[in-house]
């Protein structure tokens, strides 16, 4: 016993009460054949006279214990007393087990609501109040000085554990209420999100999580790709979305940085956020519904910053219809493919497009003389069958190519270097 005490008492009262203890088991053996305990014994006896005095103290000292009853203040304590003052008579070192009847306390006290300020004072307090009676039981006894250090210290030493399990207590319940907390916000933000409550689940679960149920809220998505860009995105959505009081309702769910927020959320040019109208609570699935296709356009698109479908235009219909999409692509640019020549091709039927036809702009951009551009684009429209002055075939060609753009088609268009900039 006498090493093991060693080796503890060293790590939290210091090498000098862990040295003067085992030279005092040397030189002072009537310690050892049970001085310590039968002061404990004499301390225990006095139990009918010590509770009513911490009670008065804990009463004065703890304003939060005002409203308890007796017995709910002296809940578990008493047990608590009796197990450390026997273990500190017979000078065992501090441990977990010996603790446990502190931790069950400790916790149920933390979900009752009790703050740790609290917590950390009745253990003083109710230290202070023991170590009162054992000083009376030690001056009456006329023990060594020696003894009474020895067992002063060691108390105290015990009571520091008892801060420390009650601390740890503590930061445990709070972590598991974090985890809860999250757990329960993710699951209403989904049912949200995917228009699976009711308005009176609304009504009655919105502001538990800080929504207003009567305002218009914006749905908004992003898709970090690491813990940091999910800080910065929600710090970037917290500080530009927030109106008076009304914050955005935030949570990580399957992947995605999903919620809503009282108004348009700005995360800048570094990231991405797809966001949908201002809808009511009850409406929120369009609102998410319209933030989904955004996002999924302008990832491809490798667009950034805020984006909603009004914003992007057509082009999420590039996306969209994909088994024609692929019909028509077949029919229409896959003869291109492995054609010589046929990538420039594309690219200007493209750029052209883009610069809403006008030759001039498209020779610039591409570096090529105004009659390459017109010879091109005869060869698109005599080999795809795509005629760009009837407007159903702009439509098609600019659905075609802007698909292939954002992935969605033959690998060849992208190796020949195909410009993935958003048309504008």
């Given at each position: ?24 088991r040397k030189t002072r053996p009537e310690i050892a ?292 999409a692929a019909s028509l692509d077949a029919h229409h ?92």
């Amino acid at each position: 016993m006498g090493g093991a005490l060693v080796q503890v008492t060293m790590s939290s009262t210091g090498p000098d009460f862990a040295a003067r203890y085992a030279e005092l088991r040397k030189t002072r053996p009537e310690i050892a054949q049970g001085v310590t305990i039968e002061v404990a014994r004499r301390v225990l006896a006095r139990a009918d006279e010590l509770q009513p005095k911490m009670i008065r103290a804990f009463r004065a000292g703890i304003p939060a214990y005002a409203d308890m009853t007796d017995e709910e203040l002296l809940n578990g304590i008493p047990e608590i007393v009796g197990n450390v003052v026997l273990r500190v008579g017979s000078l065992k070192p501090p441990s977990r087990e010996a603790f446990e009847p502190l931790e069950r306390l400790a916790r149920q006290r933390v979900l009752e609501g009790f703050a740790l300020e609290a917590l950390i004072r009745t253990v003083q307090i109710g230290t202070r109040e023991l170590m009162a009676i054992v000083g009376e039981e030690l001056a009456e006894a006329r023990y060594d000085i020696d003894v009474v250090l020895l067992l002063h210290e060691f108390a105290w030493d015990w009571a520091n554990h008892a801060t420390e399990t009650i601390v740890r207590v503590h930061r445990e319940v709070d972590h598991e209420r974090t985890r809860h907390d999250r757990a329960r916000r993710a699951e209403f933000l989904r049912a949200l999100l995917h228009g699976q409550l009711s308005p009176e689940q609304i009504s009655a679960e919105g502001p538990v999580h800080g929504l207003d149920p009567a305002a218009s809220y914006i749905a908004f998505r992003a898709r970090p790709l690491s813990e940091r860009q999910v800080i910065d995105l929600a710090t970037a959505i917290g500080r530009s979305a927030t109106v008076d009081k009304r914050r955005p309702l935030t949570e990580l769910v399957e992947g995605d940085l999903v919620g809503c927020a009282p108004q348009r959320p700005e995360v800048g040019e570094d990231h991405l956020v797809a966001v949908g109208p201002p809808v009511e609570l009850a409406r929120m699935r369009e609102s998410f519904a319209d933030a989904s296709i955004a996002l999924e356009a302008a990832e491809s698109f490798e667009l950034r910053g805020t984006i909603d479908l009004i914003g992007i235009g057509p082009l999420s219909l590039a996306l969209a219809a994909e088994r024609a999409a692929a019909s028509l692509d077949a029919h229409h640019l896959a003869p291109l493919d492995d054609m010589p020549g046929g990538a420039e091709i594309l690219l200007t039927a493209r750029t052209l497009l883009e610069h809403d036809q006008h030759v001039e702009a498209t020779s610039k951009q591409l570096h090529v003389h105004p009659n390459t551009v017109r010879y091109r684009m005869n060869r698109f429209r005599s080999i795809t069958g795509l005629d760009l002055r009837h407007t159903s075939d702009v439509v098609t060609a600019w659905w075609l190519l802007n698909r292939r753009v954002a992935g969605r088609g033959p690998m060849q268009d992208r190796r020949a270097g195909l410009d993935r900039r958003m048309v504008t």
